[in-house]
């Protein structure tokens, strides 16, 4: 019955941006069907032939082409230019399209009447036995649209998608239906029963619609379901209404952290780097300088195995900050940001039920702004957004003392993402050498490092008991030329996701740990470092390693497991998984199998696929059982 209902909300919410588009696109159709006058144009000539309505759609196609054409040439042209600066771009662009228009326009006619009177000819020769003319309008019109579908494949498939790369185009699946039972129902209207279908089409249209309605007032979390889970009513959903104001209706009270009895609850400071692998930071045996990393490493616990869920950004931090694996991560793609599903629950919104005074400095709007809306801001009660990483340090150095004047006390989650080692390329690498490469990626860690040290100083007069609890961590790596790759996003070999993760605090015990640990797992580690009992269930995949951190549990080097996958989405070809359990790594590439040890083999160059059996078939139950989970919902 929910279903049933939901189904028709659903509906209903579609109805409401389709019905008025529709009524307008009907109504444009038929009055410039009607302005036009097709019927005395004189296309069908004796016999039922309109060979010259041939000329003119065929020419309308090629006139389409050549000005798409001429866009896309001229828009390279000027790129290279200008070195693709947008107002030169911008001059530029539409003087190509006005030269192919006034082209295709004074050859149009010419080239229709050369291609009717051809046309005219080989249906003159068809129906001389007695043969029924072949370019009756609707065989034209069929024929074209067979001819369009064929060609946009084609070239979608040969051409677009080699370049592109993925890009879904379900969406369009909808719109389309829509469209063709819209040209149905006009096809069959003059033989339909007006006086009945109109009335009922009406009343079930206004139906849908009130159901709609009633069910964003009352039910906030079934409308936030649909958003999920149907991306057309989602669309709509985003368009009518204010998605965030509705999210905010709903409870969070089953996911508000059971407090630990007799356990204090610490500030916690959270930072995230842009693009950094373990291996080029010190300690890690790197060669960037990182002199407050380093000294951080020195008092703090060092995870040698951390890994993070994807290769990509956008797939990464909600995996950490929602505690899914990223394939139960549920979303849209926006922009180079994934906006999450509604329905998934924040590690600050958690922190922020529990008590905690919440907030946020980030790099990036398209990640934590407005523009796109994509949830990972939620339950960060301030929020700055500055791409600087030296003023973005200095601004939560500035908040957090002036905090400090204030005391609530409340204690403090602080989550900072550091952008700087994502632009590491800014000054041009193409002609570099890899040795040059390598430098220009470390400097880009130092300059990452100055910001942790101006965030860090914002605690530095405090007594050590009460110091923050401190993580240090990435959402994934980059290739400097391992495994013929040059950054990130391309695989899943520990270049690209094999991350630093370094704590430290009051409660945390020094030392080097050697246990597998996954960044999906930072969600239960941190709320249980804050004083909660880890939260379990279908919402959360990960596990706490928060007793690794304080010493309350051994590390053992044979054991921890890490999955990370690559999911396909805009630049991202997907279809690719691993899992390490121990020293072992497994992944699967879509085409074949590689296992390694990564202990013995970190730059994975040795395949033991053939010579370890045992350990393959492990590994590949391990897989296998979270490749299945993709298929179960985080909202039951």
Excluded at 10 to 19: E, H, K
Excluded at 366 to 382: P, S
Excluded at 463 to 482: M, N
Excluded at 529 to 543: E, H, R, W
Aim: hydrophobic residues 45%; positive net charge.
């Amino acid at each position: 019955m929910d279903s049933v209902f939901g189904g028709a909300a659903a509906a209903g919410f579609v109805a409401l941006v389709a019905l008025p588009a529709l009524l307008v696109a009907s109504a444009a159709i038929r009055g410039l069907w009607r302005a036009w006058q097709p019927d005395r144009l004189g296309l069908i000539e004796d016999g039922g032939g309109a060979p010259r309505l041939a000329g003119w759609l065929g020419v309308i196609v090629v006139a389409c082409a050549a000005l798409a054409w001429a866009m896309f040439q001229g828009t390279w042209l000027l790129a290279n230019q200008t070195a693709f600066k947008p107002l030169g771009v911008s001059f530029g662009e539409p003087v190509f399209a006005v030269l192919a228009a006034l082209a295709a326009v004074a050859l149009s006619r010419p080239v229709a009447r050369l291609l009717a009177a051809i046309l005219r000819k080989l249906d003159a020769r068809w129906r001389r036995g007695g043969r029924r003319s072949l370019l009756t309008p609707w065989r034209i019109v069929i024929a074209l649209a067979i001819k369009l579908a064929i060609l946009g494949w084609l070239f979608w498939h040969f051409v677009i998608r080699r370049r592109l790369g993925p890009i879904d185009l379900s969406i369009f699946e909808t719109p389309l239906a829509g469209i063709a039972a819209l040209a149905l129902v006009h096809g069959l209207w003059s033989r339909l029963p007006r006086r009945v279908v109109g009335p009922v089409l009406g009343v079930a249209g206004v139906g849908l619609v009130a159901l709609a309605l009633i069910t964003w007032q009352t039910q906030p979390s079934l409308t936030l379901s649909i958003w999920g889970e149907r991306p057309l009513a989602g669309l709509a959903i985003d368009r009518l209404f204010d998605l965030d104001a509705i999210r905010a209706g709903v409870s969070l009270a089953e996911f508000r952290p059971v407090p630990r009895a007799n356990t204090p609850h610490p500030d916690i400071v959270i930072v995230t780097i842009d693009t950094v692998r373990a291996d080029h930071t010190p300690p890690y045996g790197g060669s960037a300088e990182m002199p407050v990393l380093r000294e951080l490493a020195v008092r703090g616990a060092v995870f040698d195995y951390a890994y993070a869920p994807s290769n990509v950004t956008r797939r990464s931090i909600p995996s950490m900050m929602i505690g899914l694996a990223p394939t139960r991560v549920k979303g849209r793609v926006v922009g180079w940001a994934l906006r999450v599903d509604p329905r998934h629950v924040m590690l600050a919104e958690r922190l922020e039920a529990g008590g905690y005074d919440t907030a946020g400095f980030m790099c990036c709007e398209g990640f934590w702004g407005k523009t796109f809306h994509t949830g990972l801001q939620r339950g960060l009660a301030h929020l700055e957004i500055e791409s600087n990483g030296l003023a973005l340090a200095r601004r939560a150095k500035a908040w957090i003392a002036e905090r400090d004047k204030h005391p609530d006390g409340k204690p403090l989650f602080l989550w900072m993402h550091v952008l700087e080692p994502h632009n590491w390329t800014a000054g041009g690498v193409e002609s570099r050498t890899d040795d040059e490469r390598k430098r220009m990626y470390d400097h880009s860690l130092t300059a990452a490092d100055a910001v942790l040290g101006e965030l860090l100083s914002a605690f530095s007069n405090r007594p050590p008991a009460q110091s923050p609890i401190i993580i240090v961590s990435a959402d994934h790596g980059e290739a400097l030329g391992e495994h013929g790759q040059p950054y990130h996003s391309t695989d899943l070999y520990d270049s690209q996701i094999q991350v630093p993760l370094v704590v430290a605090g009051p409660t945390i015990r020094p030392g080097r740990i050697a246990e597998t640990v996954s960044l999906t797992d930072l969600v239960p580690t941190v709320l249980d470092l804050a004083g909660f009992t880890p939260p379990a269930g279908p919402s959360i995949d990960g596990t706490s390693f928060a007793d690794l951190a304080t010493g309350r549990r051994p590390a053992n080097p044979d054991a921890g497991t890490a999955y990370s996958a690559m999911i396909k989405d805009r630049s991202n070809p997907g279809g690719i998984t691993s899992i390490v359990h121990g020293k072992w790594k497994l992944i699967d590439n879509g085409i074949g199998l590689e296992l390694f040890d990564v202990r013995t083999d970190p730059h994975e160059r040795s395949n033991l696929i053939a010579t370890h059996p045992p350990v393959l078939d492990e590994l590949r139950k391990l897989m296998r059982a979270r490749n299945d989970a993709a298929d179960r919902s985080p909202f039951e």
